[in-house]
């Protein structure tokens, strides 16, 4: 079949929902697409630890410690799915974790955000997992079949993580005066980034339309946003806070919230590296995997001497 | 790199009575590893009773480009489904 027909029937494929698998002719752009998107995002689930692994030994009760640990630790397991879906295609896992840690390859600019007291950690777990979980859920839907059912397992743990969060929001929001200027104090600093994680706006985003079509992306990046400030907003009604928006408003006509615009000079310039954290978070990366190595040569050695002893009796046995 | 752990496939029986499912893969340097890590990564909320790991370089898979040819002979054989017989409305149990 001529390259031409490979991509019809591809395209056809895609048209009438059937699932893209790993061993499928599939264009070099898709697969790149993929590879780039599926790195990127398990790249900011491994970083998305940081912020939020500062916290675990200064949590407020064992309660709230065990939690936080148990959904960093996802955090790791959602890396660690999404790289093994990246490998489907093809992509090497070391060549992946070598772009994260020379700063090649991008990831979520919400994690170059301080998190600077404990509501930042309700925050983050109630807005910055919610804008996730927003993204996410789509893509449970995406064509390529390993990435769509990563997000399947994903989607089901994130649940967790934004009701931790917004708990903790309540608790704080309920408490004393000071507690609840500290959450207030939170939201001011997480609304905007946590908007800016949808992307650029649609008619700016350079990958939307060809994504749209191969129906790795369902919603576009200000479909996902306008949806996730319609959901959001009453929950921080709820919590008596506000959001730090004067231009928000409900749209009567179109039945749902107009909202201000984004500062998209901050957006670009975090995307570029020149975020609060960006140099910390990458710093911390490679300190992990370079004080991580002795145990990466410990673990082969001493799984070449198991094998090796498996194979001496055999060898003894051939001798005789 | 050259010393990168091999990869692992993995599969989870969610309960008894059930067949063993694939889930995804990992990277171990034993099987032994594998299972210890499959545990911690596809099992943290009790989603199996069963692991088996397998080195991916052991699974042979079939060309999806050849499976027109490779499925084609069940296709036509419509006689092994009970729906193609008919059986009279007075007959029962069958």
Redesign the interface.
């Known amino acids: 079949m001529t390259s031409l027909n490979l991509e019809a029937l591809f395209q056809s494929k895609i048209d009438e929902e059937t699932k893209i698998e790993p061993k499928d002719w599939m264009p070099d752009a898709y697969r790149k697409t993929l590879i780039r998107q599926i790195s990127q995002h398990a790249h900011s689930e491994i970083v998305g630890m940081l912020p939020e692994g500062n916290w675990i030994t200064r949590a407020p009760s064992l309660r709230r410690k065990l939690i936080l640990l148990a959904k960093v630790q996802d955090e790791a397991g959602h890396g660690l799915y999404l790289y093994s879906a990246a490998e489907t295609l093809g992509a090497n896992r070391d060549d992946l974790v070598q772009q994260l840690l020379s700063g090649k390859a991008k990831y979520s600019s919400i994690f170059n955000y301080p998190t600077l007291n404990w509501a930042d950690i309700g925050a983050i777990g109630w807005l910055v997992d919610g804008a996730a979980i927003m993204n996410q859920v789509m893509l449970t839907r995406t064509s390529y079949g390993p990435y769509a059912r990563a997000m399947v397992r994903i989607c089901k743990e994130e649940s967790f993580h934004q009701r931790q969060g917004y708990e903790i929001m309540i608790a704080m929001a309920k408490g004393s005066p000071e507690q609840k200027a500290m959450a207030q104090d939170a939201i001011n600093r997480w609304w905007w980034p946590s908007l800016m994680m949808f992307g650029p706006k649609d008619a700016e985003s350079s990958h939307s339309d060809q994504a749209l079509k191969w129906k790795i992306k369902r919603k576009t990046n200000d479909e996902l946003r306008q949806q996730f400030v319609d959901v959001t907003v009453p929950q921080a009604e709820y919590l008596g806070l506000t959001v730090p928006d004067p231009d928000l408003r409900w749209n009567e006509e179109k039945g749902s919230y107009d909202f201000g615009e984004i500062d998209w000079e901050e957006f670009w310039s975090v995307v570029k590296g020149n975020g609060p954290c960006n140099k910390q978070r990458l710093q911390a990366r490679n300190k992990a995997y370079e004080d991580g190595a002795w145990v990466r040569e410990a673990a082969s050695a001493h799984a070449a001497k198991k094998e090796q002893r498996k194979l001496e009796p055999q060898l003894a046995t051939k001798a005789a | 790199?050259k010393?990168?752990?091999p990869?692992w496939e993995i599969f989870i029986r969610s309960k008894s009575g059930l067949s063993h499912k694939h889930?995804?893969?990992?990277?171990a340097?034993?099987a032994?590893?594998a299972l210890e890590n499959a545990r911690?990564?596809y099992t943290?909320?009790n989603e199996g009773v069963s692991l088996w790991v397998v080195e991916s370089k052991h699974i042979t898979?079939s060309?999806?480009?050849d499976s027109d040819p490779l499925f084609e002979p069940a296709k036509d054989k419509i006689y092994r489904h009970p729906t193609f017989y008919n059986v009279p409305d007075e007959v029962t149990h069958m």
Not at chain 2, 23 to 27: K, N
């Open positions: 790199m010393n990168e752990w990869l889930v995804g893969s990992l990277h340097t034993d032994e590893m911690d990564l943290r909320r898979a060309d999806p480009n």
